[in-house]
Nanobody
Framework: QVQLVESGGGLVQAGGSLRLSCAAS????????MGWFRQAPGKEREFVAA????????LYADSVKGRFTISRDNSKNTVTLQMNSLKSEDTAVYYC?????????????????WGQGTQVTVSS
């Protein structure tokens, strides 16, 4: 089992920045990949970014590329999502997720463990 706890959500004006953090516990972080997803009201959960076990194995959704940065610290079992130049369409509940595999993936069903989510609201 892997337990995930997100933090760092909140309300920000368009153009601002937020930093989300996710702390994992239960199993060594070196054995899994980690990702961020988001879900806006009335919409399906969508992929945002993922970081594989190996440094440099990173993938972003086109909608956030160049604005968001994912990073992880295996020594602390954490993954962070730095979000800059936020837009109103970034408003959603953001979820941290763990995939028990080396490779990264973009579909929610490919992730086995999920955090409780943290709300991000961007006002225009």
């Amino acid at each position: 089992q892997v337990q995930l706890v997100e933090s760092g959500g909140g309300l920000v004006q368009a153009g601002g920045s937020l930093r989300l953090s996710c702390a994992a516990s239960g199993r060594p972080s070196s054995i899994y990949s980690m990702g961020w997803f988001r879900q806006a009201p009335g919409k399906e959960r969508e992929f945002v970014a993922a970081h594989g076990r190996i440094s440099g194995n990173i993938l972003y959704a086109d909608s956030v590329k160049g604005r968001f940065t994912i990073s992880r610290d295996n020594s602390k079992n954490t993954v962070t999502l730095q979000m800059n130049s936020l837009k109103s369409e970034d408003t959603a509940v953001y979820y941290c997720a763990v995939r028990m595999a080396m490779s990264i993936a973009t579909a929610p069903h490919q992730y086995q463990y999920w955090g409780q989510g943290t709300q991000v609201t961007v006002s225009s």
